[in-house]
């Protein structure tokens, strides 16, 4: 059975970082896109950022581009998202998740994680 589990997210000043980890099990995702999504309180799941297989091409949302990087590590089956200069406007639950191929339509995206809050106090 697959299993994607995030870890990393908690309470942050703004200004502050953390890093997002979502481990894998179950089967492989090397050839997979990994992506992360969040969803604030009374708002739509929103994409956050994507990188493909290789870990040769990433995509940001422009909210985040900038302040967020995604990255792999395919031996680990992990992926991870570094995020700096955190805003009170990231506080959300993030989820990790594993698409065929690269792109942002949730929809697409075939596995989920349960998600990790992510606070950021002003």
């Known amino acids: 059975q697959v299993h994607l589990v995030e870890s990393g997210g908690g309470l942050v000043q703004a200004g502050g970082s953390l890093r997002l980890s979502c481990a894998a099990s179950?089967?492989?995702?090397?050839?997979?896109?990994m992506g992360w999504f969040r969803q604030a309180p009374e708002k739509e799941r929103e994409f956050i950022a994507a990188?493909?297989?290789?870990?040769?091409?990433?995509y940001y949302a422009d909210s985040v581009k900038g302040r967020f990087t995604i990255s792999r590590d395919n031996a680990k089956n992990t992926w991870y998202l570094q995020m700096n200069s955190l805003e009170p406007e990231d506080t959300a639950v993030y989820y990790c998740?594993?698409?065929?191929?690269?792109?942002?339509?949730?929809?697409?995206?075939?596995?989920w994680g349960q998600g990790t809050q992510v606070t950021v106090s002003s």
């Open positions: 998740a594993a698409a065929r191929i690269l792109n942002t339509r949730s929809s697409r995206y075939d596995y």
């Open positions: 179950g089967r492989s995702f090397s050839s997979y896109t």
């Open positions: 990188i493909d297989w290789s870990g040769d091409s990433t």
